[in-house]
């Protein structure tokens, strides 16, 4: 138990104090103490297991497909119908919100932090995907037939706005995209001792094998499937730390270890040096990074819009909403038990370990053995291949529907819908392929996980503003958006570069890495370019009726692209009840929330319990949506699959068996009404 060991002080190899434990001694690295899995099993996982895993998903879409009498067309491909419902729509959005780096720099910033850190970075990456639910709605109202966000700027200001966030968009698909493989490749090669660049080449193939097949449904319903095992890893996880381990195995426990461990190795910039409190300037400024940049994630990511895209009018903002708070209790709840673990465990991870995201595998080997090495693999599988999915159908699109169709237009050449699914499919084959080199060359620059989650708002940040107002401002003009965008990429850039030449060795991989540094960046970007779009669309306004972004052509026929005026009217009824949703959380995460918690200052043993024991019904409330209410919703599409369409539900559940007086055409007809 905790209070019959005593702390010491290491080893001069020894990066944290640690309880005298004989497993590990004073060791440099615990990968290089502790055993790690054979290879074998790392090479089933990213490799075998991530083909099966594809040949199911793309197994299911082609019976649900052939069922429901659905063809592959360029509608359906990119767009999932536009009738995805509101509990899919919250699972996919949870799979797509949970990167390797959710997994793994959430339980690091716990590890540097304490329980800011985790909080931080729930709340801080939460706000985006509710605000984003006005957005959405906003899509299916004023631009019902779009299939990306570009096509919206298109259709408002012109080709060199286009162009212009064209980059934006694909950088954004880039970076998330090389934090996937960085921190997959990183965990893959620590835990099974694969090259990290062979791990990096492989994790995106499996990926590649469903998107190309299926696309942006197969893609759906392989993410509700990862959604599943992620959240249902956690609770293992969450229970492993407070309730069963031996060692841990209770709030209590945790909080006694936490405490003494801050006597040794105080947290700098922590009230107290405790690792129990949220006054921590080093976790806030973390905060102020993670909201700047996640902003940027979100907004312009084509694979957000294109989830809004897909889902209908009313699942859009119900499903960000729903999705966004389960997203909260993986960030949250994960890091509050292993990130905290790992200080309360004292395990001998040093710096190196825990900037890669490696504090996770850590305390999940440490705890489980071998068992938890290969629960934190398949968990991070999961998650690099539902987020990587979604990149890889995001890029098709652009390349398809902003760069292709564009060019054969510019030509004069007519346009089909087979064209845009053949060039859709080979666009995911060579971003999937370059994606693999994209994480080799990153890791031979020695570029960490950390490092490029904080920087990727200093990059994109800066074109949040002008997308967010392509679809909310009349008033917003091609020249502001541009200047907005162009104008605080420079200045983020500038600023950023700038006060890393203050530092001790000048500008550099390190000193642009500093918390302090990364702030600059991010604050500069996303409020600058606000503000000279702002000003500019002021100066020379635009007078936008929408009509031109509602004109959007199809390539193919898509009724549920159609929205009747009393589905028009609903939504903007609804869009009240949808803004006060989403600012009233809003506050509530980022304001009210964590000005409560300051008068506890450094928790107390009862404050600390109270905090565990919410972080632990979130994420058991999350899972229990996220894998029961798809199924629900869905139950009459999987009746109808696993019947092949001889028996349905009705609109009340009542079971009809048509098989003795119908064909199964027309029973898949009224499962898709």
């Known amino acids: 138990m ?7 002080r290491g080893g001069p190899g020894c990066t944290r104090n640690f309880f005298q434990d004989p497993q590990y001694g004073c060791s440099e690295s615990f990968f290089k103490s502790t055993a790690q899995l054979d290879k074998w099993i790392g090479y089933v996982i990213v490799l075998a297991f991530g083909i099966a895993f594809g040949v199911a998903t793309v197994g299911l879409v082609m019976v649900q497909r052939k069922v429901l009498g659905r ?68 899509v299916k109202r004023r631009a019902p037939t779009a299939h990306t966000f570009l096509e919206i700027i298109q259709a408002r200001w012109g080709t060199t706005a286009h162009t212009v966030f064209l980059f934006f968009a694909l950088a954004t698909n880039i970076i998330v995209t090389s934090m996937l493989i960085l921190g997959g490749s990183a965990v893959v090669h620590a835990l099974t001792g694969i090259n990290v660049d062979l791990a990096s080449f492989l994790i995106p193939l499996g990926v590649i094998l469903y998107t ?32 069963t381990d ?15 461990s801050a006597l040794i190795d105080p947290v700098d910039g922590n009230r107290g040096g405790s690792y129990l409190t949220m006054f921590s300037r080093g976790g806030m400024l973390f905060g102020l990074s993670n909201i700047c940049g996640n902003f940027g994630t979100v907004f312009v990511d084509q694979s957000y819009w294109q989830s809004a895209i897909a889902a209908t009018p009313q699942a859009a903002w119900k499903g960000y909403i729903l999705g966004g708070l389960a997203w909260f209790s993986i960030p949250f709840t994960l890091a509050t038990s292993l990130g905290l673990a790992s200080v309360a465990l004292s395990l001998p991870i040093n710096s190196d370990e825990a900037g890669a995201g490696l504090v996770p595998p850590a305390v999940a080997t440490h705890l489980m ?13 999961m998650a690099v291949t539902s987020t990587g999915a979604a990149e890889q159908i995001a890029v098709s699109s652009l390349v398809a529907y902003d760069i292709y169709v564009p060019l054969r237009r510019l030509l004069g050449k007519p346009v089909t819908g087979s064209q845009v699914v053949y060039i859709s499919r080979w666009a995911i084959v060579i971003f999937g392929v370059l994606s693999g080199v994209l994480g080799i060359a990153l890791n031979h620059i020695d570029v960490k996980l950390g490092w490029v989650y904080l920087g990727m708002g200093v990059i994109i940040g800066s074109a949040v503003a002008p997308v967010a107002l392509s679809i909310t401002w009349a008033k917003c ?31 550099s991989i390190a000193t642009t890495g500093t918390e302090e540094v990364m702030v600059v960046g991010n604050v500069v970007a996303i409020l600058s370019s606000a503000a000279i779009c702002i000003v500019v669309s002021l100066f020379k306004p635009d007078d936008c009726d929408w009509s031109a972004t509602k004109a959007i052509p199809l390539l193919d026929e898509d009724p549920a692209a ?13 869009m009240k009840m949808i803004s006060a949703w989403g600012i009233g959380l809003a506050l509530v995460l980022v304001v009210a929330w964590p000005l409560l918690t300051l008068p506890a200052s450094v928790f107390s043993k009862g404050y600390f319990t109270f905090w565990v024991i919410l972080s632990i019904i979130w994420g058991l409330m999350a899972t229990l949506a996220m894998v029961l209410l798809p199924v629900w919703e869905s139950r009459s599409t999987i009746l109808a699959v696993l019947s092949c369409g001889s028996i349905t539900l009705t609109p009340v559940g009542k079971v009809i068996d048509e098989s003795a007086e119908e064909e199964v055409e027309e029973g898949a007809s009224e499962v898709e009404e």
């Open 2 to 8: 905790a209070d019959t060991l005593t702390p010491v």
């Open 71 to 138: 063809r592959m067309d360029s509608e359906f491909f990119n767009t999932a119908g536009r009738t995805v419902k509101t509990g899919l729509t919250a699972s996919v959005i949870v799979s797509q919100w949970t990167w390797a780096a959710t997994l793994l720099q959430s339980s690091n910033v716990a590890y540097k932090y304490g329980i800011s850190g985790p909080f931080w970075y729930a709340s801080g990456a939460t706000l985006q995907i509710i605000v984003f639910s006005l957005l959405a709605v906003q």
């Open 212 to 243: 190309l097949a299926g696309g942006l449904k197969a893609t759906f319903v392989a993410s509700y499937f990862n959604t599943a095992v992620i959240l249902i890893a956690l609770c293992i996880f969450v229970f492993q730390v407070y309730a």
């Open 246 to 260: 031996s060692t841990l195995g209770s709030p209590s426990v945790v909080y006694d270890r936490l405490q003494a």
């Open 369 to 381: 053995g071998k068992g938890g090495s290969v629960l934190i693999l398949i968990m991070l599988f």
């Open 477 to 507: 003009s091609g020249a502001g958006a541009i200047a907005g965008a162009v104008g605080g990429l420079v200045l983020a850039i500038g600023s950023w570069l700038g006060y890393a030449s203050t530092f001790d060795g000048g500008i």
């Open 562 to 574: 159609k929205l009747s005026p009393d589905a028009e009217a609903e939504i903007d009824r609804a």
